[in-house]
C-alpha cells in the first residue's frame, strides 16, 4: 500500500482531549521498574545523579536483598517528539498554507493538528536551528550569522556555548532516545577535522544518532555522510537520494528503539535538505509540475495572495508588498529566459514535494508502530524564506554565483533535460524567491521582512488538540519550540547541566493555544538581525531596516552607521507588511527603535556587522583559524573530508602539492589527493600507471598529463601552480615533475576565487562524493589509490601581488 493510501485515515482520526500537567517543582516522583516504590527525581540538574549504593554487611546473597535497578525515565505519559524542518521553502510554497505545491504531509497533518500563520525564524540557516534547538535567542548562542561568515565578536562567533544546552540533551537525561537526521550546519569548520573539539557535533549536542552532513548543503545524489562523527560511504543504490536514505536511516532507528524499549519515549530532529541549493530530485518528480509555472512569477504571486486568502491562511484585505524595483517583471524577459526560469521552478517544486513525501513515509512508519496519537509533530516548512540567492539569473551550477561567474542563458538551455539530475547543481532565479514568499515582499537574508522570517508551521498532536484543522493567529518564534517540548513532556528547564549554570529559554510554549484559538498572544516582543538587516516586532507592531538587498550586494540602500531606513507596520491590520506608516507615528517608531537597542544590549546582538563577503575571509572577520600563519602542511592517508576552512586555502595564490609514494604494482590507479568535487575543485591522480592533475573550474575539466610512468619504488610526484596574481580568479602557470623531471607542463587561465565547494571537502587517497575528475579512477570506490602514500604536502607561497 502507498504512503498516500496508508496515510489518510490521519485526517479522521478523532482528537482526544486533556490538558496538560506544568510542573510546579522541578522534582518528579517516579515509579520504580521493579517495586511498588518510586523514586525522586530532582530535575533541575542534570544529569540526575545515580544514588550511591548501600553498604552489604552479610555474606551470604540470600540474606541481601537484590537491589532495585537504577534508570532515569521520562515522565508517565512524555510524548514522542518529532521536529520536522525543511530548508528555504518560503511561506507561500505549501498547499498547506495555500501554495502552489502539493504538500499532502503537511496538509493531513494539518487537517488533524493545528497550522500556525506567524510562526517565525531567523531569516538564515543557521541561527533558526540554534534557536529552534535551544530555546533561545540566536545571538544569546553566538550563532548570529552561518559559521562561514563568523566573526571574532560573542554574538556572532558560532560557537554554541555549554551555558544554553539544546533541548535534546535535556531530553536525552530526562529518559528520552534522541537521532538527528540530515542537515546540521552548527558546527564551525575548523571543528570538523579529526583533531576536533567534537564539543558542538550532534552527538554531542544531545543527539545519541546522527545520520546526515555537517555542512550548509550537500549534493542529493553523492553525499558526503557522517553515522556520528565518523565518514561513511552512501549505499550503492540505482537512482540514491540522501532525503531518501536519511529517511531510511530515521525509520530504522526509530523501530529499533520501539522495538527494544516500547515504553521509552523518541526524540527526532529531521532536518531536511530540501529545498536548499542544490534542487536536486529525479525526473518522474519534476515531470509533475510541467508547465506549472510557464505564467511567471508575477502572475504566481497574484495567485498565491487568492489562494491563501481562500484558505483561511491571511486575511481577506491582505496585499500583496511592492517588491524592490530591481526585481525584473516577468514580461521583460525573452521568451529563452522564460523556458528556462519556468523549468528552474518545476524542479525546486518537485523537490520541495519530494521532501514532503519522505517526511511522510517517517509520519506512516510512527503510526504503523501505533505512535502517532501520542506524537508531537512539529513541521516547520522551512527555516527561513525562499532563497534569493539564485541571483538574477539561476544557475545549473550554483558554484558559479558562490564566485561571481555569471551563466548565459544559452549555455543555461543546453542544461534543461539535465536540471535536477546529477550532472547539475541548480538553484532558480531570485523572482522565484519572491513569488513563493508571498505576500511578502523580500526574502531570506532580510531579517525585517516577513519574507524572510515568516515560515508555515503544523503542529499535530491528538492526544493534545481537541479539535484539529484550525488555524493560530498567535505570533510565534523557532525559539518557542524547544519551551513547547518541555511543558509537553512535563519537565522543567533545568538550573544546572553538567555543573555549568544555564541561562534561561527565551521562547515561548504554544501549549496555550492548543485548545484556544484565541488566547492572548504571550510571545510580545522578538527582535530579528541577520547582516545588519534587523527589526522588531512589539505587541502587533514591526519596525525594522534594509541595509541591503542579497540581489543588490554589496551596494547597500541604508547604513547601520547612519541607523536611517527605518518603516513601521501596523501587523494587526496589515498582514504583509505592504503600508509603512512611519511618518504617521513618528514616537512610536522611536520607541520601537528604543526596544529593539535594549534587545540588541540583551542578546549581544552588538556591533551590527553588515558585511557579507568580506567576512569569508577569516582575518578580515576576525575569525579564528585552524592553520593561522602555517604555509604548509603534511596530510596522510585516512584525512578524508576535511572542509576548506581546515586546510590550506589555495586559492588566489601560488601553491604546490607534493607525493610521496611507494609504487610497488601495476594497478594503483586511483586519486592520491583531491578538494571539491564535481562541480569545483582539483585532483592529483594516477591513472594508467602516469601521475595527473585535474582543475575543474566549476565544470569545465583541465588536465595535465605525465608524459612518464611511475617506476617501482619510491618517487615523488609534485605539481605547482605559479599564480598569476593581480586579484583573484586569476590565471596561472603549472606544472608537474616527477623524481625531478618536468613530464608536464602548461597554463591555467582562470582559476576558482572564492569557494571550491560548500561542504565537499578534501580526501588523502581517493575522492569522496561526486568525483572531481567525473569520472572514477582505477577499479575500486572513490577512486580509491591502490598503491602506497607515504605523505602529502600541500604548501602556499602568498604574494602582495596575489590579491
Not at 525584473?328 to 522564460?338: I, V
Not at 598569476?724 to 625531478?740: F, I, Y
Request: charged letters at 20%; proline letters at 6%.
Amino acid at each position: 500500500m502507498s504512503v498516500r493510501s496508508r496515510f489518510t485515515h490521519l485526517s479522521q482520526q478523532v482528537a482526544l482531549g486533556g490538558g496538560i500537567l506544568i510542573l510546579s517543582t522541578a522534582s518528579i516522583t517516579q515509579a520504580s521498574p521493579n517495586s511498588s516504590s518510586s523514586v525522586v527525581f530532582d530535575r533541575s540538574k542534570l544529569p540526575i545523579a545515580e544514588p550511591k549504593p548501600e553498604k552489604v554487611t552479610k555474606t551470604l546473597p540470600a540474606d541481601v536483598p537484590m537491589p532495585e535497578q537504577w534508570e532515569v525515565k521520562a515522565p508517565q505519559g512524555a510524548p514522542n517528539v518529532v521536529i520536522i524542518l525543511l530548508d528555504d521553502v518560503g511561506f507561500a510554497a505549501p498547499s498547506a498554507f495555500g501554495g502552489a505545491v502539493n504538500m499532502p504531509t503537511a496538509e493531513k497533518l494539518a487537517s488533524n493538528g493545528l497550522r500556525y500563520n506567524k510562526f517565525h525564524t531567523t531569516a538564515l540557516c543557521a541561527p533558526t536551528r540554534a534557536a529552534l534547538k535551544s530555546g533561545r535567542n540566536h545571538h544569546k548562542v553566538n550563532m548570529g550569522s552561518i559559521p562561514e561568515i563568523a566573526t571574532g565578536y560573542a554574538g556572532n562567533s558560532t560557537v554554541v556555548p555549554d551555558y544554553a544546552q539544546p533541548v535534546a540533551e535535556i531530553l536525552r537525561l530526562n529518559g528520552y532516545n534522541t537521532g538527528a537526521f540530515g542537515k546540521w550546519h552548527e558546527t564551525p569548520g575548523r571543528e570538523t577535522t579529526a583533531a576536533g573539539p567534537q564539543t558542538r557535533w550532534p552527538t554531542r549536542q544531545g543527539f545519541e544518532k546522527f545520520y546526515g552532513f555537517v555542512g550548509a548543503e550537500d549534493n542529493m545524489w553523492d553525499p558526503t555522510i557522517h553515522d556520528g562523527v565518523t565518514v561513511v560511504d552512501a549505499p550503492q543504490k540505482e537512482g540514491y537520494h540522501f532525503t531518501e536514505d536519511m529517511t531510511d536511516q530515521a525509520i530504522g532507528w526509530m523501530r529499533q528503539q520501539k522495538s527494544i524499549k516500547p515504553d521509552k519515549p523518541f526524540f527526532i530532529y529531521y532536518s531536511s535538505a530540501g529545498a536548499h541549493s542544490p534542487h536536486h530530485v529525479s525526473k518522474e518528480w519534476i515531470a509533475k509540475y510541467k508547465g506549472k509555472f510557464d505564467q511567471g512569477w508575477d502572475v504566481l504571486r497574484q495567485q498565491n495572495l487568492q489562494n491563501q486568502i481562500k484558505a483561511g491562511i491571511v486575511p481577506e484585505a491582505t496585499q500583496l508588498a511592492k517588491t524592490p524595483d530591481s526585481v525584473p517583471s516577468w514580461d521583460s524577459l525573452t521568451d529563452q529566459q522564460k523556458r528556462i526560469y519556468a523549468r528552474q521552478a518545476e524542479v525546486f517544486a518537485a523537490y520541495v514535494e519530494h521532501s514532503d513525501y519522505e517526511a511522510g513515509r517517517l509520519i506512516q512508519a510512527i503510526d504503523d508502530l501505533g505512535e502517532l496519537d501520542n506524537t508531537l509533530i512539529i513541521y516547520i516548512t522551512g527555516d527561513n524564506g525562499a532563497s534569493p540567492e539564485g541571483d538574477f539569473s539561476g544557475h545549473w551550477n550554483w558554484n558559479h554565483f558562490l564566485n561571481g561567474v555569471e551563466e548565459t542563458p544559452d549555455e543555461q538551455e543546453k542544461k534543461l533535460d539535465e536540471w535536477g539530475g546529477p550532472t547539475t547543481y541548480p538553484m532558480y532565479h531570485l523572482g522565484w524567491a519572491i513569488a513563493f514568499n508571498s505576500p511578502f515582499a523580500l526574502s531570506k537574508q532580510v531579517a525585517g521582512d516577513f519574507g524572510g522570517t515568516r515560515n508555515g508551521t503544523v503542529i499535530h498532536w491528538p492526544e493534545r488538540i481537541k479539535q484539529g484543522g484550525g488555524v493560530r493567529t498567535q505570533f510565534s518564534h523557532v525559539n518557542d519550540v524547544a519551551p513547547t517540548i518541555l511543558e509537553a513532556a512535563n519537565l522543567p528547564m533545568p538550573n544546572t547541566m553538567h555543573g555549568i549554570q544555564q541561562i534561561p529559554m527565551q521562547g515561548t510554549s504554544l501549549i496555550y493555544t492548543f485548545n484556544d484559538p484565541n488566547a492572548k498572544e504571550r510571545h510580545n516582543t522578538q527582535y530579528f538581525e541577520i547582516i545588519g538587516n534587523r527589526g522588531i516586532y512589539h505587541n502587533g507592531w514591526m519596525a525594522r531596516t534594509t541595509i541591503m538587498y542579497p540581489w543588490e550586494a554589496p551596494n547597500k540602500i541604508n547604513s547601520v552607521e547612519k541607523d536611517d531606513g527605518w518603516q513601521l507596520y501596523d501587523t494587526t491590520q496589515d498582514f504583509s507588511l505592504a503600508n509603512d506608516l512611519a511618518d504617521q507615528y513618528p514616537e512610536r517608531l522611536k520607541e520601537m527603535k528604543k526596544i529593539f537597542m535594549e534587545q540588541a544590549i540583551e542578546n549581544q546582538v552588538l556591533p551590527l556587522d553588515d558585511r557579507l563577503l568580506q567576512r569569508l575571509v577569516p582575518s578580515v572577520a576576525g575569525r579564528p583559524t585552524l592553520l593561522g600563519d602555517r604555509t604548509s602542511m603534511d596530510l596522510y592517508p585516512g584525512a578524508w573530508n576535511m572542509v576548506e576552512d581546515s586546510i590550506l586555502n589555495v586559492k588566489n595564490t601560488s601553491n604546490s602539492i607534493t607525493a610521496y609514494l611507494d609504487v610497488k604494482g601495476r594497478d594503483e590507479d586511483g586519486v592520491i589527493f583531491s578538494q571539491g568535487g564535481r562541480f569545483g575543485g582539483w585532483s592529483l591522480y594516477v591513472e594508467n600507471s602516469s601521475p595527473a592533475y585535474s582543475y575543474n573550474y566549476m565544470g569545465e575539466i583541465f588536465t595535465f598529463k605525465s608524459d612518464k610512468s611511475l617506476p617501482l619504488g619510491k618517487s615523488v610526484v609534485r605539481f605547482e601552480l605559479d599564480y598569476d596574481g593581480g586579484g583573484t580568479g586569476k590565471g596561472a602557470d603549472v606544472q608537474m615533475t616527477l623524481n625531478g623531471e618536468v613530464v608536464a607542463k602548461g597554463r591555467l587561465e582562470k582559476t576558482i576565487a572564492s569557494r571550491f565547494s560548500i561542504d565537499e571537502g578534501s580526501d588523502v587517497g581517493l575522492d569522496r562524493g561526486s568525483a572531481v575528475t567525473v569520472k572514477t579512477i582505477g577499479p575500486r570506490r572513490n577512486s580509491a589509490y591502490g598503491g602506497q602514500i607515504d605523505k602529502v604536502t600541500i604548501q602556499i607561497y602568498p604574494k602582495e601581488s596575489d590579491q
